[in-house]
């Protein structure tokens, strides 16, 4: 048992983790390997944070697993990055299924290879019914890609007549966002040491607490997912307010 774990108050539990999997290749070339290498062992961290998630009940986490810039990286990589993905969801589906994980994504799943986007919404449908925690994959996916979908959706309607200019809000554009059907983070974690957003939910995470490591995502484990926790639990948020309105 972590002992990590047992000072987590399980009644003050973040509805929704976002993660930045960010150290991959920098941990294959410590390990003098390939760089898909990082990415197969970045699979096991990522099985082992769904099960740290599933275990405190948080409702949803959302893994960012491939942002539009990623397509800018060597073909040779993108393909093996797109073939680790497609065997691990089939791989992970049983334990999805078994642990009534339901799979979502966000994204442009368009730029996907046929075989990707077939395997990724087969998984969806199957697990659709699934009533523990939401795993959300984040592919093909930036904030400002969805920002800008978003505008045009809304342009759109504008356009057509089906929406007045004049009481477009916060909400409007909340719910043309690929994130339009779940909560705003409540924690964003990334990893290996870096110290940016790297165009994720931008819109999502105004008010997100951020928890940075210096851990590289193949090494991040349950009792790091744990220690994220237990740092937001430390945080007061405010949201704008001051420490006597909360």
């Known amino acids: ?5 047992d000072q987590i108050k399980l009644d003050q539990i973040p509805d929704h983790v976002a993660i930045i999997m960010d150290g991959n290749g920098r941990w ?3 390990q003098g390997q390939m760089r898909i290498m990082g990415h ?3 699979v096991n961290s990522v099985h082992e944070v ?3 998630a599933t275990r405190l009940n948080i409702k949803y986490l959302t893994l960012y ?3 539009t810039e990623n397509w800018n990286r060597p073909k040779e990589e993108i393909d093996a990055l797109m073939e680790l993905l497609v065997m691990s969801i089939k791989n992970e589906t049983p334990t999805l299924m078994k642990n009534s994980i339901r799979l979502q994504t966000i994204g442009d799943l368009n730029q996907l290879p046929s075989k990707c986007k077939q395997q990724l919404l087969e998984t969806v449908d199957q697990t659709k019914n699934n ?3 939401t795993l959300i994959l984040a592919i093909s996916y930036s904030g400002r890609w969805d ?3 978003a505008a045009k959706k809304i342009a759109v309607k504008v356009k057509a007549g089906e ?3 004049e009481t477009i809000n916060e909400n409007t554009l909340n719910k043309a966002l690929n994130t339009g059907q779940f909560p705003n983070p409540d924690l964003l974690i990334r990893t290996s040491g870096e110290y940016r957003i790297s165009n994720f939910l931008l819109w999502e995470i105004a008010y997100s607490e951020i928890h940075f490591t210096e851990t590289l995502w193949p090494d991040f484990k349950k009792d790091d997912f744990y220690k994220a926790i237990l740092d937001y639990q430390g945080r007061k948020r405010r949201f704008g307010k001051t420490a006597e309105q909360i």
């Open 1 to 5: 048992m972590s002992k990590t774990l």
């Open 28 to 30: 294959a070339e410590k």
């Open 40 to 42: 197969h062992e970045g």
């Open 50 to 52: 769904t099960e740290a």
């Open 65 to 67: 697993t491939f942002s």
């Open 131 to 133: 009533t523990n925690v």
């Open 147 to 149: 920002i800008l979908q």
């Open 163 to 165: 929406i007045d200019p």
